[in-house]
């Protein structure tokens, strides 16, 4: 993933400043076992996870490329499990290991199609057959503010909806159908529109959507 993909500096020097707002549809998780196994990606200084733990949750963990986000989040949870993901998108965890996924704010801070297909096909191995991916996200915007700086950024970086932040991080917003793209190795469950305030205080137009990781055909045998 390169620098810009990850944008390390940034997320380190927010790491004490940023508050991270969307919210969790907890509905959606009725049905997942309270022992599932739940990864955080790019989980912050996991405020995410703190609800996942209020609603009887108990085995967490997130990741994140910020060394600066998982010492807050450290500091915040001792108890939880955190790892800086020092080549991101990779994981640790095996294939077919992990229940349930939450990427929350994350392809926003990911500028390019190929740095988040490789996210997403990364997540789509760990996840076990029939897993979920709870996704929540930021669409295109259509207040002025917002058009202004796609079209001021759009010849810069080559994707409209790319835009640089007044504070020095480089975000992308998102048309519906990219999403529709890039989860087309998901059976799409449910979608729901939200409001969210973004880390810089304005308010967005938020999309989140639970998709599942096909069930495979051949279920391999049980020992």
């Not at 599942?212 to 055909?217: F, I, L, Y």
Request: proline share 6%; hydrophobic share 40%; aromatic share 8%.
């Amino acid at each position: 993933m390169s620098d810009l993909d990850s944008q390390t500096a940034y997320w380190d020097a927010a790491a004490t400043t940023k508050r991270f707002t969307h919210p969790l549809h907890t509905p959606w998780l009725d049905n997942v076992e309270r022992s599932a196994a739940i990864l955080d990606y790019g989980c912050g200084y996991g405020r995410t996870l703190d609800s996942l733990e209020q609603q009887g949750f108990d085995n967490l963990s997130g990741v994140d490329t910020s060394p600066g986000m998982i010492a807050r989040a450290r500091s915040l949870h001792p108890a939880m499990r955190f790892a800086v993901l020092d080549t991101p998108p990779a994981l640790a965890c095996p294939d077919a290991s992990i229940d349930v996924v939450v990427l929350f704010a994350v392809l926003t801070c990911i500028p390019s199609d190929d740095a988040q297909r490789l996210l997403i096909g990364e997540l789509h191995r760990v996840l076990k057959p029939g897993a979920l991916l709870y996704l929540s996200d930021l669409p295109l915007q259509d207040d002025q503010r917002n058009r202004d700086r796609y079209a001021r950024f759009a010849e810069s970086y080559g994707t409209f909806g790319v835009f640089e932040t007044g504070d020095g991080a480089v975000c992308r917003h998102h048309p519906s159908d990219w999403f529709t793209s890039l989860l087309a190795g998901f059976e799409t469950i449910d979608t729901r529109r939200t409001t969210v305030n973004t880390m810089n205080g304005n308010t967005s137009a938020g999309l989140q959507i639970l998709a599942r990781k096909p069930a495979s055909r051949l279920q391999a045998p049980t020992c």
